[in-house]
Nanobody, 126 residues
Framework: QVQLVESGGGLVQAGGSLRLSCAAS????????MGWFRQAPGKEREIVAA????????YYKDSVKGRFTISRDNAKSTVSLQMNSLKPEDTAVYYC???????????????????WGQGTQVTVSS
């Protein structure tokens, strides 16, 4: 049984930092591209960042470039999202997701991700 368990969310003031972590089990982690998505109230879920299964290629939503960093540790089956200079508009539920390496289509689309965590709330106060 595949499980993705996020941790690290919380309440932070604007300009602060949080580090989200996602621990994966039940899958060959090194064969999966990992993504972080978020969904704010009343809005559609959107990609925040993704990291290729080999770890060499990353993708970032334009609005988080230079502030967020995605990383993975294949030995520990974990993926992290370091979030700095947080803004109120970053407030959302953040989800970790896994996409098998040979899945066709863009890594920015949630359709290709077959496994999802339960989400962790990030709230940034102004």
């Amino acid at each position: 049984q595949v499980q993705l368990v996020e941790s690290g969310g919380g309440l932070v003031q604007a300009g602060g930092s949080l580090r989200l972590s996602c621990a994966a089990s039940g899958l060959t982690f090194s064969s999966y591209t990992m993504g972080w998505f978020r969904q704010a109230p009343g809005k559609e879920r959107e990609i925040v960042a993704a990291i290729r299964w080999s770890g060499g290629i990353t993708y970032y939503k334009d609005s988080v470039k230079g502030r967020f960093t995605i990383s993975r540790d294949n030995a520990k089956s974990t993926v992290s999202l370091q979030m700095n200079s947080l803004k109120p508009e970053d407030t959302a539920v953040y989800y970790c997701a896994a996409r098998y390496k040979s899945t066709s289509g863009s890594v920015t689309s949630d359709r290709g991700y077959g496994y999802w965590g339960q989400g962790t709330q990030v709230t940034v106060s102004s």
